[in-house]
């Protein structure tokens, strides 16, 4: 079982809106609406930003939103805060009780 | 409020096994599948596997079969994750994690134990 493909990074400016794509196939990310979004700060256990595609846990800022087209999903950040700067992590459910984790975007507020 | 709490630092040599523990509060252990997830330093996030603390039924990534085992005994709300044949690349820190609502797939790191790092080296 392959990575979910995302970009190894990228960056934006406070205020601004920036977005993290995350490309899996038509096994996982396509056929499933079982996408979840974590960040990780340096040193940190990762924290659940996003959960089936597009739902917030209790607690997370709703600046933080997430979607889905075809295999690749998005995770969306708007008004961008130094606190944002973080490792984000992609996960699908991939069928057969398996799960499948991309393989990270570092996150630069400028 | 849920807890999971996990036991410490690791230092084996290759070839060898480490079991580590993974202690949840707040909530009732058997409602809620178990996951166990791995980093590597400077590594992603990588899957590994888990069990229905209810059924003690698990699954494993296809990566680990036949070298990882989880388990777990309700009388003490503890799962564990059991790793053999050990190789320096499997130096990495292990989290246990719990979902955040009852589809067993579905952000599935809720909640996190704080990280055992197992260093492998001899």
């Known amino acids: 079982q392959s990575a979910l493909t995302q970009p190894a990074s990228v960056s934006g400016s406070p205020g601004q809106s920036i977005t993290i794509s995350c490309t899996g196939t038509?096994?996982?990310?396509?056929?499933?609406?079982?996408v979840s979004w974590y960040q990780q700060h340096p040193g940190k256990a990762p924290k659940l930003m996003i959960y089936?595609?597009?739902k917030r846990p209790s607690g997370v800022s709703n600046r933080f939103s997430g979607s889905k087209s075809g295999n690749t999903a998005s995770l969306t950040i708007s008004g961008l805060q130094a606190e944002d700067e973080a490792d984000y992590y992609c996960?699908?459910?991939?069928?057969?009780?398996?799960?499948?984790f991309g393989g990270g975007t570092k996150l630069t507020v400028l | 409020q849920v807890q999971l709490v996990q036991s410490g630092a690791e230092v084996k040599k290759p070839g060898a096994s480490v079991k580590v523990s993974c202690k949840a509060s707040?909530?009732?252990?058997?409602?809620?599948?178990m996951h166990w997830v791995r980093q590597a330093p400077g590594q992603g996030l990588e899957w590994m596997g888990w069990?229905?603390?209810?059924?003690?039924?698990?699954n494993y990534a296809q990566k680990f079969q036949g070298r990882v085992t989880m388990t777990r005994d309700t009388s003490i709300s503890t799962a564990y994750m059991e790793l053999s044949r050990l190789r320096s690349d499997d130096t990495a820190v292990y989290y246990c994690?719990?979902?955040?609502?009852?589809?067993?797939?579905?952000?599935?790191?809720?909640?996190w134990g704080q990280g055992t790092l197992v260093t492998v080296s001899s």
């Open positions: 994690a719990r979902p955040w609502g009852g589809i067993a797939v579905a952000g599935i790191g809720g909640y």
């Open positions: 707040g909530y009732t252990f058997t409602g809620y599948y």
């Open positions: 069990i229905n603390p209810n059924s003690g039924g698990t």
């Open positions: 038509s096994s996982d990310v396509g056929s499933y609406n079982l």
């Open positions: 089936e595609v597009s």
């Open positions: 996960c699908s459910y991939a069928g057969s009780s398996r799960v499948v």
